[in-house]
């Protein structure tokens, strides 16, 4: 009797002309707990990370699959991450999230990387659902903005964790009508 061989995480990297995005590794912690423990990166996300919960992020965000660490291309730098959840708290439909260090902000990577992991997933992440969303703080304007640039559409709002939230969305349609 032979076994099958295990599935990898879609997908092993994607590339832009500008990025690598390949799954996070725990080589990559360093970044990782800046950007959670960074007060302009979490400020629309809740605040940085408590302390006494950072080893446990630490421990385990390398293990979630669809999870990327967006890399330079030319530097081979960390610059933030992008994850694709396949069925998120929100009636199980895929949901995108994404982060920059700041250092990195206003140069366009963040669309970049996550355009390009949007384009992958709506093509390659088995889902019920056409459709993938993201959810972002209403005050958040350079991420809606991001989020209405790569082509997602407006389709909610609500109040969660005491701030009114949006949420976005796109599907393969919307997807090839913006290129």
Known sequence: MSSLPAMDPWPAGISTSRLLLRPAEPADVNEFTR????????????????????????????????????????????????????????????????????????????????????????????????????????ANVRSRRLLEAIGMRHIDCFTEWDAPQVMYSVDRYGLRSRR
């Open 35 to 138: 950007l959670w423990t960074d007060p302009e990166v979490r400020r629309f996300l809740g605040g940085p990370v408590e302390e006494r919960k950072l080893p446990s992020y630490q421990q385990h965000f390398a293990l979630h699959p669809n999870t990327f660490s967006v890399v330079t291309r030319d530097t081979a730098t960390v610059i933030g991450s992008v994850s694709v959840d396949p069925e998120s708290r929100f009636d199980g439909r895929r949901e995108v999230s994404y982060s920059l260090l700041p250092e990195y902000w206003g140069h366009g990577y963040a669309r970049e990387a996550v355009t390009a992991v949007v384009d992958r997933a709506l093509e390659e992440v088995p889902s019920d659902n056409p459709s993938i969303i993201a959810v972002t703080q209403a």
